[in-house]
């Protein structure tokens, strides 16, 4: 059974960095798609799309956060990081990860989330 854990978020202020890790067990962590999801205050129905990585170690990321967040892996570690910079009050949310695979042309994801980590910003 897929199981996801989260850390690395907090309180920070505008315009300030943080790194979110999170390892991953009970998948097939080197060929799946790893991504980071978001879920926001204003929000509570779904988790938006923040950024992937695919197994092959190419990226997306949403229009909102490109350009800010990078997404990284350790396949040995099975751990996926997701490294945020240029913070803004709109980014307060919590992160989430989740392994994804192709089923035809839709990625598909694991039914299981984990806790999820808290990023806050404000000053």
């Known amino acids: ?52 990585i695919f197994a092959g170690g190419s990226m997306e990321y949403a229009d909102s956060i490109k350009g800010r967040f990078t997404i990284t892996k350790d396949n ?3 751990t996926v990081f997701l490294e945020m910079s240029s913070l803004k009050p709109e980014d307060t949310a919590v992160y989430y990860c989740n392994a994804g695979h192709y089923v035809g042309a839709t990625i598909q994801l694991n039914d299981n989330w984990g806790q999820g980590t808290q990023v806050t910003v404000s000053s």
């Open 76 to 78: 040995a570690a099975n």
């Open 1 to 52: 059974q897929a199981r996801f854990v989260e850390s690395g978020g907090g309180l920070v202020q505008p315009g300030g960095s943080l790194r979110l890790s999170c390892t991953a067990s009970g998948i097939e962590f080197s060929t799946s798609i790893m991504g980071w999801y978001r879920q926001t205050p204003g929000n509570q129905r779904e988790r938006e799309f923040v950024a992937r």
